[in-house]
């Protein structure tokens, strides 16, 4: 059996020196690779190997619950800051087109469409949001617009219940109430807690 190269040096030291050698051990005859049981290397690689596993798994994990931990919600909690970072990704990715990258809307939205047709409104302060309910917000979403139209109006605004999951929606409401002022969502808070 070929002997370890770092031990073969360590021996020539040894004599040099007219030092003892260090005794020799069963399993370092194989090498810190070899085909026997493990030596102190071979222990330190799966060692360092296993403590890097260990340590991605559990960034990436924290990093997975932390984004999406949203997901297990069933309302809109504004003041959850997972929550809020996740609606904010989707509203850029699918809402900000139209409604604006500052909710502002379309111009003209507030001028009377009696068929329809109206343009993308704020969803800032200014507009009609605020006086809507969580769960009508949501539905608006989901559904589209259409569903809570009166008959014969054309409502533009698609539904996105075959794109978003219910906890993408929800997220999505939760950064829209929060870029509104404290007093308008704690008038809310009020009226939805009656």
Same mark, same amino acid.
């Given at each position: ?13 040894? =004599? ?17 690779? @070899? +085909?026997?049981?493990? @030596?102190?290397?071979?222990?330190? /690689? ?15 994990? *924290?990093? !997975?619950? %932390? ?13 959850? /800051?997972?929550?809020?970072?996740? @609606? =904010?990704?989707? !509203?850029?990715?699918? #809402?900000? !087109? #139209?409604?604006?990258? !500052? /909710? %502002?809307?379309?111009?003209? *939205? ?9 343009? &993308? ?8 949001? &605020? ?19 009166? %008959? @014969?109006?054309? +409502?533009?605004? &698609? $539904?996105?219940?075959? /794109?978003?999951?219910? *906890?993408?929606?929800? $997220? ?20 939805? +807690?009656?």
């Amino acid at each position: 059996m070929a002997m370890d190269p770092h031990r073969r040096r360590q021996e020539r030291l040894d =004599r040099l020196r007219g030092s003892k050698p260090a005794p020799k051990k069963d399993d370092d005859e194989f090498g810190p690779m @070899g +085909n026997g049981p493990p @030596g102190r290397g071979a222990n330190k /690689l799966i060692f360092f190997v296993a403590a890097f596993i260990f340590i991605g798994v559990g960034y990436f994990g *924290w990093e !997975y619950v %932390e984004r999406y931990s949203a997901q297990f919600l069933s309302g809109a909690n504004p003041s959850d /800051l997972a929550q809020i970072q996740a @609606g =904010r990704e989707i !509203y850029y990715a699918n #809402c900000a !087109y #139209c409604h604006g990258d !500052y /909710l %502002e809307g379309q111009e003209d *939205w507030d001028l009377a469409y009696p068929t329809g047709n109206r343009p &993308p409104v704020p969803l800032d302060a200014t507009g009609p949001a &605020p006086g809507h309910s969580d769960d009508l917000l949501f539905r608006i979403i989901k559904n589209g617009g259409q569903s809570v139209s009166p %008959e @014969g109006y054309r +409502n533009t605004m &698609p $539904a996105y219940a075959s /794109l978003l999951e219910d *906890w993408e929606i929800w $997220a999505v409401v939760a950064f829209i109430e929060a870029q509104w002022p404290a007093d308008i969502r704690r008038q809310r808070d009020a009226l939805q +807690n009656k």
